[in-house]
């Protein structure tokens, strides 16, 4: 199916919108973000390895994925609001619970499934709903959308630093849940909609888009958001246990994180305002940004051998600026491949099929760090995922071809 460009509106009531996914963002991947304070906490307190406490990260983020696909097809069915609410009360409901685990298990459970399941439950449809008030702006909309995510970064990493010394983990998790309800009335902001109770089995199909998994762009984007989804977590799950191995305090190892999520912001907001001016094609944008990323996230590790806080912040803060940067753009290309009126269930599918990559790359980094005992040889392989997704994008259809995304949409 051939895709078309749509005209939208370009703001009104759309940009309430922009705000209320600003606050669910902070809400949602902020609180990932911090999880790396959280994961030297439970090393320390359960005794087990890097590796099984990086589980409680990865499962999170992969269950929030796979869900989405549920969450855009309930969001196509019965509307976004009910569905985002919804997420809202399980993503605080599973940080609460996380609060009185006694077993790493418990975590898994909590923390992992009921949260990533909230999670997954809040993104796609919040995301689809912001996308379809916006055309021109679009990328801009969600650069600003998504800039709360180093926001949050930036705040939260000394915050939840503060909170463990002052109320222990279960405590900071209590705090975070209570936070997290907050995304209840930014889900109420969506307009209702009104849907007829539909046969689920007869209508499947197209409320989840299956149709895009027979188009070779969408595909090619999906296998490299995958590659990029295995590396992208995993500085701001493991940056502060690695600041800590460089001998660094803990609060200088949290900043690290916090000066990160300040680049990020700035970043977010550069590659919106840079990529909606059009001078280059999309495409090209986002896979300058992957390996962009990747060597930064290679230069980690490198900039902790000089021993320098000042080096290994400079270093940090690169890293935010290219993550920002990258961040919106794989969902901003996604309506010029498949669609405004499929976005939603696309959306979805791109997170459920990339979420298997998800659930191993943190693991993964922390499989390395047991067996070599750092994190080095973990964050080069991140890099690496990142600067294959990349080169993987190069083989989208006419990748090579010149001319304006609009022209070159009807091909393919």
Partial sequence: MKASPVEGPDGGWG???????????TLVFGLMRVFGIFFVEFVHYFGESAQAISWISSIGVATQQFFSTVGAALGNAYGARVVVMAGGFLTGLGLI?????????????????????GWGLVFAPMMATVMAHF????????????SSIGLSAFAYNPLFQLLIESYTWRGALLIAGALAFNIIPCGALIGPQKHSVPSMLQRVSSYMALSVLLERPYITLVLATSFMNAGFFVPYIHLVALGRGARFSDYQAAFLVSSAGIADIVGRLF?????????????????????????????????????????VTVASVLYGFCSGALTALPFSILPQIVGVGRVMGALGLLQMLESGAGLLGTPLSGYLRDITGEFFISFLVAGSFLLVAGLILTTQPHFFSQGCEEELLCCY
């Avoid at 001078?279 to 390996?291: G, P």
């Fill in 15 to 25: 940009w309430v919108l922009v705000a209320a996914l600003f606050v669910c963002n």
């Fill in 97 to 117: 619970l996380a609060s009185q685990a006694t077993a790493v298990f418990h975590l898994y459970l909590t923390m992992g499934v009921i949260t990533g399941l």
């Fill in 135 to 146: 055309t021109r702006r679009r990328t801009m909309a969600l650069g600003l959308s998504l």
């Fill in 271 to 311: 590659s919106g305002w840079f990529t909606d001016l059009g001078y280059f094609r999309m495409i090209h944008v986002l896979t300058t940004w992957a390996m962009l990323l990747g060597l930064s996230i290679a230069l980690l590790p490198v900039s902790t051998l000089t021993g320098s806080y000042l080096v």
